[in-house]
Nanobody
Framework: QVQLVESGGGSVQAGGSLRLSCVAS????????????MGWFRQAPGLEREGVAA???????SYADSVKGRFAISKDNAKLTLYLEMNNLKPEDTGLYFC???????????????????WGRGTQVTVSS
């Protein structure tokens, strides 16, 4: 079993920055942290969950068009931690941000929620204009 816990959310004004963290624990070792796809998703009220940034186990990285050039995904395998650096935040970035780990090992980066079976509870990001 894998547990994912997000932190780092908060309320900021437009143009501000936040850094989200997601710590993995449970039946996870560094090897598994490396070989499974991991990603950040967000969900705004009334809208579907959408992919923001994701790592593939093949080293590929994907970003949603709306965050390219502003967000950066990274990870520290030794700390079993996934990060999302968010800069120049906009009100439309507001939402509950989740990290997720894919069900199966391998694969390119993906924004398909069906590819992920481990989810954190989320951390709220609110951007005011």
């Amino acid at each position: 079993q894998v547990q994912l816990v997000e932190s780092g959310g908060g309320s900021v004004q437009a143009g501000g920055s936040l850094r989200l963290s997601c710590v993995a624990s449970g039946s996870v070792i560094r090897y598994y942290f490396d070989v499974h796809r991991m990603g950040w998703f967000r969900q705004a009220p009334g809208l579907e969950r959408e992919g923001v940034a994701a790592f593939g186990s093949d080293g590929s990285v994907s970003y949603a068009d709306s965050v390219k050039g502003r967000f950066a995904i990274s990870k520290d395998n030794a700390k079993l931690t996934l990060y999302l650096e968010m800069n120049n935040l906009k009100p439309e970035d507001t939402g509950l941000y989740f990290c997720a780990r894919a069900s199966l090992a391998g694969g390119a980066s993906s924004f398909a929620t069906s590819d992920y079976n481990y989810w954190g509870r989320g951390t709220q990001v609110t951007v005011s204009s």
